[in-house]
């Protein structure tokens, strides 16, 4: 062996090794792209709009208290200013709804809107036309539901999208067993502090610039979601962006219920 070809195969071996470490190093983060809400200050303080029925109340209160117990953030249960079906935006909140939405696939979705990386305002809408049938009318669907999109509003993405695999024990797994699911883990919180490591000059971000149109639109379906960003390999979580232009997006994650197939695997669509 010559020299140069040595040390070709040593350049070539360090690379396999990088190559091989790299999706390790992807999988520990799992925040949803850069969004975060800006804050001068931490722990910062995000409102839940409660635009829900009594019965989902003890689920909010338990996921309000579980993301609590974050060092970088607080939430607090305020009043809704909205109708659960319309689950309209407010700024620099999230509101949570819940109505009978329809037989449309979907169980849970969660909505942030960005100017930039800055999240301004979110929703989060339950879907009771199956959370009132007998598979998902239980605490554990409940807890594990609500708290991964009230998770997702704070910028989080799921710890993993393996349908199949052991329950990793956080609301942020997709799963189909939700009981040892219902709340975060601690690499939920060491997530948030990664994401809230920085600070920002401003709170919440909002721009008179944000297009006009950005706070009306319904955001009930797939023809209003915009296009198709990632579908997880089962097809059952799948992420969405509208774009505004100038840096305003609409990103909408959405839970589909495990026991239909989700729309787009029978259609055609565009992914990018
Ligand atoms: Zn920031
Ligand atoms: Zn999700």
Redesign the pocket.
């Known amino acids: 062996m010559t020299r140069a070809l040595r040390r070709n195969l040593a350049i070539a071996v360090v690379c396999l090794a990088v190559l091989v470490l790299l999706p390790a190093v992807s999988s520990a983060s799992h925040q949803w792209g ?1 969004y ?4 001068t200050a931490n722990p910062f303080t995000v409102k839940l709009g409660d635009n829900l029925s009594s019965n989902w109340d003890p689920y909010l209160a338990t996921t309000s208290s579980d993301w609590s117990a974050s060092s970088v953030l607080n939430t607090t249960i305020v009043s809704g200013s909205t109708r659960p079906r319309q689950c309209r935006a407010t700024l620099g909140r999230v509101e949570v709804c819940n109505t009978k939405y329809g037989n449309n696939g979907w169980l849970g979705i969660a909505s942030i809107w960005a100017n930039g ?2 999240i301004t305002q979110g929703t989060v809408k339950l879907n009771d036309t199956y959370f009132n049938t007998s598979t998902y009318n239980t605490p554990a669907w409940r807890n594990l539901v609500t708290c991964q999109e009230v998770g997702h509003t704070f910028g989080l993405d799921h710890q993993d999208e393996n349908f199949n695999n052991p329950p990793l024990g956080t609301c942020m797994d997709y799963t189909s067993d939700p009981t040892p699911n219902q709340h975060p883990n601690a690499h939920d919180y060491d997530e948030l502090e990664a994401i ?1 490591a ?3 000059s401003t709170n919440t ?1 909002f721009s008179t610039l944000a297009p006009s149109g950005m706070n009306e639109v319904s955001l009930d379906g797939p023809g209003q979601w915009g296009h198709v960003v990632s579908i997880s390999a089962d097809g059952h979580q799948s992420v969405h962006e509208l774009d505004f232009g100038g840096g305003f997006k609409i990103i909408t994650h959405v839970t589909w219920v495990i026991d239909v197939r989700p729309y787009f695997n029978s259609r055609h669509i565009d992914i990018r």
Not at 36 to 39: D, I, N, P, Q
């Open positions: 850069n975060h809400w800006a804050r990386d800055h809230y920085h600070l920002d971000a």
